[in-house]
């Protein structure tokens, strides 16, 4: 049973460009969690999805950020117009439920250069 | 605002001896707590949790301990071993939310 996936694993764009994450998530585990972690920071919540649905978005920076989890493939994050303030590591994890632990992935370092 | 909180944003112990990590928490809705651990450049990986209905949880080294009351739990590590080295984050959920994470202890133990 292959843990949660994401790809890339590094990810490099000029300011400006589109820049999307893709994370799937451990075999059956239909909840999945997006974190954000800045240099020297603490992972900080952007969103919470279950397939097709958006549970919680309440760490979404309101512009520019969005994320899916659709029935069939893995879930995305897309930012658009990219901003060094955007340079970041961003996890996902998943979990087959509520009341049960998240499941990390390694993770995608995103460089706005 | 930040509802869990770990103040000691690191620790030194001694190969051997106990590691006592610290959190606290605000929300008294929280049923579900869990302690991950980092290493630079990887994903955080599950440790440990407990649900709020015990106050104890234990596997191998590791035990967390919930005192509801005070909102604080903790984790201890014994004895202490060189590979535990590493951020150590506590995390707290209420029953169909997300996680909401502290911002991380560094642990170093010294051999």
């Known amino acids: 049973n292959a843990g949660v996936m994401q790809n890339p694993r590094h990810l490099v764009r000029r300011r400006g460009q589109e820049a999307r994450l893709r994370c799937s998530p451990m075999?059956?585990?239909?909840?999945v969690y997006w974190y954000r972690q800045l240099p020297e920071e603490g992972l900080k919540f952007m969103v919470y999805?279950?397939?097709?649905?958006?549970?919680?978005e309440s760490g979404m920076p309101k512009e520019r950020f969005s994320a899916e989890f659709p029935k069939e493939g893995p879930s995305i994050l897309r930012i658009q117009q990219v901003v060094r303030g955007d340079s970041a590591a961003y996890f996902c994890?998943?979990?087959?439920?509520?009341?049960?632990?998240?499941?990390f992935g390694q993770g995608t370092r995103l460089t706005v250069v | 605002d930040q509802q869990v909180k770990q103040n000691s944003p690191s620790l030194s112990v001694q190969e051997g001896r106990i590691s006592i990590l610290n959190c606290d928490y605000t929300?008294?809705?929280?049923?579900?707590f869990l302690w991950y651990k980092k290493y630079p450049a990887e994903g955080p990986t599950f440790l440990i949790s407990?649900?709020?209905?015990?106050d104890k949880n234990e596997d191998g080294r590791f035990t967390v301990f919930l005192n509801k009351s005070a909102k604080h739990l903790s984790l201890h590590i014994v004895p202490s071993q060189p590979g535990d080295s590493a951020v150590y984050f506590c995390?707290?959920?209420?029953?169909?939310?997300?996680?909401?994470f502290g911002t991380g202890t560094s642990l170093t133990v010294i051999p």
């Open positions: 929300n008294s809705m929280f049923d579900y």
């Open positions: 995390a707290a959920s209420k029953a169909g939310n997300q996680f909401y």
């Open positions: 994890a998943s979990s087959p439920g509520t009341g049960f632990e998240a499941f």
């Open positions: 999805l279950q397939k097709e649905n958006i549970i919680d």
């Open positions: 075999k059956g585990h239909s909840h």
């Open positions: 407990i649900s709020s209905i015990k």
